[in-house]
């Protein structure tokens, strides 16, 4: 089983374009996640989902949009990317979405709009 | 405010002396914990979380923490350090009755010296 992946692993973006980062997991879990990294503050939520068809907005949800079509991919979207969104985006997937279910992460992909 | 914290960014030891990783929370009731590794250019992987019953908790790769009620701590130990145990740690929480958020701190940067 390859886990959670994510595409593309790094990425250059100018201000105002956009981008999709895709994310797959084959462990069948329902419950994923999009996380961002950024030095000195650990990992933040951006938006998650509870299955096919349903997102919800995490901690830092602005300037995102995701959509999960199918169950075991899960798209985070920037429309207009701007410099304040470089930052390394994790992606992760649990089997269940109540507190203490681990979450599996992907390699993450480094993101850095000029 | 509720919070997770890593005093310390950066951590230097020696092979073979042993580690003490130090985290703190800040919650009305006690969380689920959670130790991850983040070893460099790859995602999280989870070393050990806390749930109930023994305060000693052991995980992969050697690795132990203590859940201390009265002092709101979860430190994470190592008797030994190995050169590949080099990597950025995070400590993490979800709350109990939510959903499965995962609340992380800042992360301790640890580097093995021959």
């Known amino acids: 089983n390859a886990g959670v992946t994510q595409t593309p692993k790094f990425r250059v973006l100018k201000t105002g374009q956009s981008m999709t980062l895709l994310c797959a997991q084959d462990?069948?879990?329902?419950?994923m996640y999009w996380y961002r990294q950024d030095p000195g503050m650990g990992l933040r939520l951006i938006h998650y989902?509870?299955?096919?068809?349903?997102?919800a907005k995490g901690e830092v949800p602005d300037g995102y949009n995701v959509s999960r079509l199918k169950k075991q991919n899960f798209l985070l979207g920037l429309e207009s990317a701007a410099p304040s969104q470089t930052s390394v985006y994790f992606c992760?997937?649990?089997?269940?979405?109540?507190?203490?279910?681990?979450?599996?992460f992907g390699p993450g992909t480094r993101l850095t709009v000029l | 405010a509720q919070s997770v914290t890593q005093p310390d960014i950066h951590i230097t030891v020696s092979e073979g002396a042993s580690l003490e990783l130090r985290c703190n929370y800040s919650?009305?009731?006690?969380?689920?914990l959670f130790w991850y590794v983040q070893s460099p250019g790859q995602g999280l992987q989870l070393l050990l979380k806390?749930?109930?019953?023994?305060?000693l908790v052991q995980g992969i790769k050697g690795f132990e923490a203590e859940f201390k009620r009265s002092q709101s701590s979860f430190n994470l130990r190592k008797p030994s350090v190995h050169w590949s145990d080099a990597a950025e740690y995070f400590c993490?929480?979800?709350?109990?009755?939510?959903?499965?958020?995962?609340?992380f701190g800042a992360g301790t940067r640890l580097a093995v010296h021959p």
């Open positions: 992760a997937s649990s089997w269940e979405l109540a507190g203490g279910n681990e979450q599996f």
């Open positions: 919650y009305g009731a006690t969380p689920y």
């Open positions: 989902s509870v299955g096919e068809g349903t997102t």
């Open positions: 806390y749930f109930s019953g023994d305060t």
């Open positions: 993490a929480v979800s709350l109990r009755g939510g959903y499965n958020k995962l609340i």
């Open positions: 462990m069948n879990h329902e419950y």
